[in-house]
């Protein structure tokens, strides 16, 4: 009935009809309480979890009480759980009441990670930005949006007069952002901030990570931490929830999960573990169901042209049939051989199992696409999941050691 009434009605009706007012309701029930706090919103396409988290960070150690909504974790005053949500932007039932017992807790500082779906729908209103941090914006989530355009101008109705943007002057979409906030700064790969942060021993600021360290540095400092504060919060972080996050239970290989799941994430995650690892890779992947078809054969090459060994398993289906999904990320791997050096084992915790067996000495597995995600959902069921518990789990096992050996 839901999906019948989303084909019948237009969305931008749904939109100002329906979740609008769910949110003006939300934020007159709970009293506005954005509006007794300092609001950082991080938006934009790729690395929006990785800086909410970062800042997060930094205004922990610099004693800033904060809260944080993002993908990965909730947390409040230090206390970190995981978002079982599997919402980046929750409702705004969810986030005002959120707010409101963060400032009860004395938090004075919010960080909330806003997509663009949690934008159109009105999720986010009545939440009045101080800083808005756009960290890159490549064409993203067009089942949804009706094209790059679309999905580019609205991010820009998060920025008021009185926000202070952050922008990854890289990005050209974001360095041509329109909008007229109080002030905007942007941040260089090679500006004066990023050569004080380069210079310390900062354990993520290699790869894909550099670039969201720099826009996280930039917020903490506008918020009033200094030089030697940020840098110091720096070093004491050494991962993220589910963003390349190293699985260690003894075992003689590498185990990283990871969030790719776009051809973006993907790329700029095999870029960066090729920059720093010449070990045998192997990817367990799967496209996630009831989105964009059109970049399930382009990532099907991108895991073609960087991985030893494809593993092609489920994500999150929702409704849609999971071998169609496996079949569309298989066409564009044309480099492999079928139960070879590609294999497609549509349950997740096999296909996990079954790159653990395949994994020598020095190889490394990456378990991508979900992350700290807490859920699969299969026919629109969610079923309880975190990749990283199953990794342990497998590995704490030992059950690789006889395959291993044996193969």
């Known amino acids: 009935m839901k999906r019948l009434f989303k084909k019948i009605i237009p969305r931008n009706l749904i939109n100002l009809l329906w979740h609008k007012p769910l949110a003006m309701a939300a934020c007159f029930y709970y009293g506005f309480p954005a509006k007794k706090m300092i609001v950082i919103g991080v938006a934009g396409t790729k690395g929006k979890t990785s800086t909410a988290y970062i800042i997060s960070h930094v205004l922990d150690e610099a004693k800033k009480q904060n809260a944080l909504i993002s993908t990965a974790a909730l947390k409040m005053n230090g206390v970190e759980t995981p978002n079982t949500v599997k919402m980046t932007s929750p409702n705004p039932w969810f986030i005002n009441r959120f707010l409101s017992e963060a400032y009860l807790q004395n938090c004075r500082y919010a960080i909330i990670e806003v997509s663009s779906h949690a934008i159109d729908q009105y999720r986010v209103w009545g939440i009045p930005f101080t800083v808005v941090v756009i960290t890159n914006l490549y064409p993203d989530h067009l089942e949804y949006h009706k094209d790059a355009q679309e999905y580019q101008r609205i991010h820009r109705n998060i920025v008021s007069e009185q926000t202070t943007l952050i922008l990854n002057a890289h990005d050209t979409a974001t360095r041509k952002f329109r909008a007229t906030p109080k002030q905007k700064i942007y941040i260089t790969h090679d500006g004066v901030l990023a050569k004080k942060l380069s210079t ?27 030089h030697v504060a940020v840098s110091h919060a720096l070093r004491t972080l050494t991962a993220i929830p589910g963003r390349f996050e190293y699985i260690n239970e003894g075992q003689p290989f590498d185990v990283i999960v990871d969030y790719a799941h776009s051809p973006v994430s993907l790329l700029a995650f095999f870029q960066s573990l090729r920059e720093h690892s010449k070990k045998t890779v192997i990817a367990v992947f799967g496209a996630c169901g009831e989105r964009d078809r059109k970049t399930r054969p382009e990532m099907g090459s991108i895991l073609d042209r960087y991985a030893d060994i494809v593993i092609i398993t ?94």
Request: proline share 4%; aromatic share 8%; glycine share 8%.
């Open 200 to 226: 310390s021993a900062i354990p993520l600021m290699a790869g894909i990570q550099r670039p969201n360290i720099y826009a996280a540095a930039a917020t903490a400092l506008f918020l009033g931490c200094d």
């Open 314 to 407: 489920n994500d999150d289906p929702y409704g849609e049939d999971p071998d169609y999904i496996a079949n569309g990320v298989m066409q564009g791997v044309e480099r492999k051989t079928k139960e070879r050096d590609m294999y497609v084992i549509l349950d997740r915790k096999e296909a996990i199992t079954k790159a653990f067996s395949l994994a020598a000495n020095g190889a490394t597995v990456c378990i991508l696409g979900k992350g700290a995600e807490q859920f699969q959902v299969m026919n629109n069921k969610k079923i309880p999941w975190d990749d990283r518990r199953v990794a342990r789990d497998l590995l704490r096992s030992g059950a690789y050691h006889a395959r291993t050996q044996g193969r």
